[in-house]
């Protein structure tokens, strides 16, 4: 059974820091494309960022030069760094696994940039 688990979320004040961690169990998670998407309220979800196996990086535009992934295939868990945060990065941030047709979604965790 394939296992997403996000963890790290939570409410932090703008221009703050949070850094988010998934779990994966279930797949050989080294040969999965990790990816972290969002959904803020009332919008469609959208990639954040994704790391391939070969740890190529793809980073949303809004994000860049702000958070950072990362992966650790011994720990079989992808992490992502998100530092000078904004309003608007309130969302359900998602983590995702895809290998090929395979494609798994965690259940989320928020996080809300308010002071």
């Known amino acids: 059974q394939v296992q997403l688990v996000e963890s790290g979320g939570g409410l932090v004040q703008p221009g703050g820091s949070l850094r988010l961690s998934c779990a994966a169990s279930?797949?050989?998670?080294?040969?999965?494309?990790m990816g972290w998407y969002r959904q803020a309220p009332g919008k469609q979800r959208e990639l954040v960022v994704g790391?391939?196996?070969?740890?190529?990086?793809n980073y949303a535009d809004s994000v860049k030069g702000r958070f950072t992934i990362s992966r650790d295939n011994a720990k079989n868990t992808v992490y992502l760094q998100m530092n000078s945060l904004k309003p608007e990065d309130t969302a359900v941030y998602y983590c995702?696994?895809?290998?090929?047709?395979?494609?798994?979604w965690g259940k989320g965790t928020l996080v809300t940039v308010s002071s």
């Open positions: 995702n696994a895809q290998a090929g047709f395979r494609n798994y």
């Open positions: 279930g797949i050989i998670f080294r040969f999965y494309t």
């Open positions: 790391i391939t196996s070969g740890r190529n990086t």
